[in-house]
């Protein structure tokens, strides 16, 4: 069966550190995967999504990027982070036309 | 930009309750998902449904698609506890990139 895993799930850093958070599928090949940012209680927005090794797809300007350097692993991350960019971070995961599948996310305080 | 407003934003009830959320676009979309999600938690997908004006029902839980595809509701019947969290639909776009509604708070007390 598959799974997906995101780490760390929870992680505190200061302003202008650098960012990392890591997303990783198992037991599927090629799949879609996404990340999503949600606000407290609302609904999800998308930020990255990617349907292959090296491609990547933003879906709103911001002060992250996403790398997928391998077919099931994907990668978010930050040079310098902004208290704005406190939240909770979902990846997923998708083949063809099936639903998505969540981790369980990551919440990122900013201080 | 596709939107997808749901509502009630929050809804308190008790036991024993039925209840109806609501989940409407002006955007039309090949399908629609809703997830229930607990605090700390991803979402977890409940139904996916396809065609205009379907109905699916999980136990206590019946969905339903519009004719037009472009809105959906949900309806608890006897809510009980365990169906407390945010409830979130979403529709389907290409590559399968989802628009998720704005949410669903719910919380049945006993």
């Known amino acids: 069966s598959q799974t997906i895993h995101q780490w760390p799930a929870t992680l505190v850093q200061p302003v202008g550190s650098p960012l990392s958070l890591e997303c990783t599928v198992e037991?599927?090949?090629?799949?879609?995967l996404y990340w999503y940012r949600q606000a407290a209680g609302r609904g999800l927005q998308l930020l990255f999504y990617?349907?292959?090794?090296?491609?990547i797809s933003s879906e709103v300007p911001q002060n992250l990027s996403a790398s997928r350097p391998q077919d099931r692993q994907f990668i978010l991350s930050s040079k310098k982070l902004l208290l704005s960019d406190s939240g909770f971070y979902l990846c997923?995961?998708?083949?063809?036309?099936?639903?998505?599948?969540f981790g369980d996310g990551t919440r990122l305080s900013i201080l | 930009t596709q939107l997808l407003e749901q509502s009630p934003q929050f809804l308190s009830i008790q036991e024993g309750e039925n209840l109806t959320v609501y989940c409407n676009s002006s955007?039309?979309?090949?399908?629609l998902q809703w997830y229930r999600q607990e605090p700390g938690e991803g979402p977890v997908l409940l139904v996916t449904?396809?065609?205009?004006?379907e109905v699916k029902k999980l136990k206590r839980l019946t969905f339903q698609f519009g004719d037009a595809r472009k809105d959906s509701s949900l309806h608890i019947t006897a809510a009980q506890p365990g169906d407390t969290g945010l409830y979130l639909c979403?529709?389907?776009?290409?590559?399968?990139?989802?628009?998720f509604g704005t949410g669903t708070r719910l919380l049945v007390s006993p």
């Open positions: 997923a995961w998708s083949v063809g036309y099936q639903p998505q599948h």
């Open positions: 037991g599927t090949s090629n799949p879609n």
């Open positions: 990617s349907v292959g090794i090296g491609q």
């Open positions: 955007s039309v979309f090949s399908s």
């Open positions: 449904v396809v065609t205009g004006g």
């Open positions: 979403a529709g389907a776009g290409g590559f399968q990139k989802l628009v």
